[in-house]
């Protein structure tokens, strides 16, 4: 038998049994793990694949059917000798040779021995004798012919073992065999048995930690499997590879580093020397642009190719994406290597070699993420080489061996699909130089690859200046009131004249009286107000009042006096829009819808649109409102008329006035108000009414309908209840309000509606 000796690394292991100090076996456990250990079980694991017994979770106990044949076989006679176990296992199994039946033999004898003086009757030593025996031949007849040869076999337990399973396994090491024990959850399981550690040494090595989470030979055989699909993915590999970073021996000032020749950075020809590389905030915030547009300019005078962005990459277009080939796929290489077939590049098969590579290598990568799918991955690689086409000859036209290309990019990763496709070409000849100024713009991009600068200065740059028409440059004065601002303006409570320019409105539910304390205080004041991501939320109210408070007609008036000096727009007589009435922008307004989409191109640019002095956020905040009231199908339809027509229409024909307003509009301060008294017998609101309130709901207007006839009004042209109303009273007809009267309070004079003065009528 062989006895057990000590390794001095753990390579040992490999070593045939005549190149060994002795002539013995190595039998460890490993409660602890590092990166040597792990490259140990990678390689101890697939060697005891092709040449041993891996055992996971266990060694099942023989069933009856095992028992029963061994029964048949070997009869049930068991006697406590040498000689006996010996003739039993050449009997039993035969294609063990003399010598490894002599030395199998003495290894169970000893062990049941050292049973039989721990006390155990002959029944137990007879059990004990059949399970090893079942265990042989069905878990380890395939090494015991190879016991004690040179190329020792090998034995990988994982798991919390039990003590018959580590005699047997220690009979099989004595006879000749290699073990190693996985413990992932530490030695006191395996202590219970071997207290003393006679049967296994435990492994210490520096810098082991506990193992992490998850490991396990399932986890190995998988990472295996995958090493051997990216081969096959990878097909001819690149005869040159990626030096990133490697070459910035001092980092401080990075754009001089980017700016270096790419020939001058190493000499190994089988190296191109990239730069990867993020920079967070600034270190001169008076210099900055100017640095940027010096970097760019400096670039574009050498000779090499550049690109700078500074939006985010524009999504594929549907004709960049139909040119992409692709396959109904259900596994995750077969993705891979279906779409890799769009990674051509003829002019240098080189070049092509290693975009394939670096495709395979991020797309394996992205898909271990746990959030990841078929589906997702599909959609992110699809928009990398929809990217790469769309920008491969700016930066690889005529490559060649050492060249780099170089590609700024300002305001930092949006997503995910921007992080895959600069981890991608981080991999190629290209110089990467991500650039955050604004430390309140978070850049989503993760690589170990990439090398991060930090400073402290933060600086909002939305345009990257390639022309020195473009330079905007700041002075230290300019900086420090910036810097003010966002003491005094941000998590304070205080809000910077037009600070947000995104904002959307709900509508408060109050009680009657709160209207007249909600309505003269800023929207920051009310409940609910909020900012989140920079978008406002408006509380607003949109309320329809009916009936007359106890009746008192003259203290009904004076409440409509108290909301005057607010300087509501007031409608005084319905309808305020006249359905009959031609709308004159009503011809052109199909020319503005792509279905029921808003061109909003073909708006701001046709000669008939009369809003085109609107700030440009505040048109994008009355577009995307007018988009949302489209969306939401909350009109109904409107009997011989187009209903998107008569909406876009209405909308984009407002009273100047209310324009006006609307420009004027900070979304921390107080609302534009708009009122419709409604109080004659015969005032009935057209759709066109309804359209122009729910419109103004979803700007932030505060918008109320007196009512004291109590009559529907613009609510039966809504297909859901949106606007609260508030019965305060009997309902009263012919309520003697002049419009005129209650201007005066607001110190606005009466403007009598365009459109009624085309077309009056008694009413």
């Known amino acids: 038998m062989l006895e057990h000796q000590k ?354 290598d991020v797309m394996t990568e992205e898909s271990h993420k746990p959030d990841m799918n078929l589906n997702k991955l599909s959609s992110q690689a699809v928009s990398l080489l929809c990217w790469l086409k769309r920008y491969q000859a700016d930066l690889f036209q005529n490559w060649k061996m050492p060249e780099t290309s170089c590609f700024l990019y300002l305001g930092g990763c949006r997503n995910e699909k921007e992080a895959m496709f600069f981890r991608f070409l981080a991999r190629l000849p290209v110089d990467i130089l991500i650039l955050t100024p604004d430390l309140n713009q978070k850049c989503c991009l993760e690589d170990d690859l990439l090398y991060e600068q930090h400073f402290s200065e933060s600086l909002s740059v939305t345009h990257y200046p390639k022309d020195m028409t473009e330079l905007r440059v700041g002075t230290a004065a300019y900086h420090a009131e910036r810097e003010l601002d966002t003491l005094l303006y941000q998590d304070s409570g205080l809000y910077r004249n037009q600070q947000y320019s995104q904002a959307n409105a709900v509508t408060l539910q109050t009680t009657y009286h709160e209207i007249f304390l909600y309505w003269k205080e800023e929207v920051s004041m009310r409940p609910n107000f909020g900012i989140t991501d920079g978008v406002v939320t408006l509380p607003v109210l949109f309320a329809k009042i009916s009936g007359v408070e106890d009746g008192d007609i003259p203290e009904y008036i004076e409440n409509l006096k108290r909301l005057m000096p607010e300087a509501p727009f007031l409608v005084g007589r319905a309808p305020y829009i006249d359905s009959r009435v031609m709308n004159p922008l009503s011809p052109y307004i199909p020319e503005f819808l792509n279905g029921n989409r808003l061109q909003r191109e073909k708006i701001v640019n046709h000669p008939r649109y009369l809003n085109g002095f609107l700030r440009p956020e505040i048109q994008k905040h009355l577009f995307d409102k007018l988009q949302l009231l489209i969306d939401g199908n909350l009109i109904q339809e409107i009997p011989g008329k187009n209903l998107t027509v008569t909406i876009v229409s209405t909308i984009l024909n407002l009273d100047r006035e209310i324009m006006h307003r609307i420009n004027q509009f900070d979304f921390t301060k107080k609302n534009p108000k708009f009122i419709y008294i409604a109080a004659g017998e015969n005032m009935m609101p057209s759709a066109e009414d309804a359209i122009v309130a729910a419109f103004l709901n979803l700007v932030g207007f505060d918008v109320l309908f007196f009512v004291p006839t109590g009559y529907q009004c613009v609510e039966k042209y809504f297909r859901r209840p949106v606007m609260q109303e508030h019965i305060i009273g009997e309902f009263r007809y012919n309520v003697p309000v002049r419009v005129m009267d209650l201007n005066r309070c607001s110190g606005k004079p009466y403007k009598e509606n365009a459109l009624r003065k085309l077309f009056k009528r008694k009413r």
């Open 7 to 360: 390794i001095n690394q753990l390579d040992d292991y490999f070593c045939p049994l005549n190149s060994r100090r002795t002539q013995s076996v190595y039998v460890y456990r490993i409660n602890g793990y590092n990166p040597e250990i792990k490259a140990f079980i990678r390689s101890y694991y697939d060697t005891a694949r092709k040449n041993g017994v891996v055992i996971e979770g266990g060694i099942p106990n023989p069933t009856n059917q095992n028992l029963a044949y061994y029964q048949e076989q070997m009869g049930a006679e068991f006697r406590m000798s040498r000689d006996f176990i010996e003739n039993s296992l050449k009997k039993w199994l035969p294609r063990m040779s003399h010598t490894q039946c002599q030395t199998v033999a003495e290894s169970v004898f000893r062990t049941l021995d050292m049973l039989r003086e721990a006390g155990k009757p002959e029944s137990v030593l007879k059990n004990v004798y059949i399970k090893f025996m079942c265990w042989l031949y069905y878990k380890f007849e395939r090494i015991i012919n190879q016991l004690g040869i040179a190329q020792l076999p090998k034995i990988l337990y994982e798991g919390d073992i039990t003590n018959h399973e580590l005699l047997l396994i220690s009979v099989l090491a004595y006879a000749g065999c290699d073990v190693v024990f996985l413990q992932y959850h530490g030695d006191a399981n395996y202590l219970k048995y071997d207290p003393e550690s006679k049967f296994s040494e435990n492994l210490t090595l520096p810098g082991m930690n506990p193992f992490p989470e998850g490991f396990s030979l399932k986890q190995v055989r998988q990472e295996i499997q995958e090493e051997l699909s990216l081969k096959r993915l990878y097909g001819a590999l690149p005869e040159v590879r990626n030096a990133t970073n490697i070459w910035l021996e001092n980092r401080d000032n990075l754009f001089e580093k980017i700016r270096s020749q790419p020939g001058t950075r190493g000499s190994d020809p089988k190296l191109f020397y990239n730069c990867y590389c993020r920079i967070s905030g600034v270190e001169q915030k008076q210099s900055y642009p100017n640095d940027l547009y010096q970097l760019y300019s400096t670039l574009k005078n050498s000779g090499r190719r550049v690109i700078a962005l500074d939006t985010e990459l524009p999504l594929p277009t549907p004709q960049e994406v139909d040119k992409i080939q692709r396959l109904n796929v259900t596994k995750t290489d077969a993705l891979i290597q279906s779409l890799a077939v769009n990674l051509k590049y003829p002019a240098n098969p080189e070049l092509q070699k290693l975009m394939n590579k670096s495709f395979v």
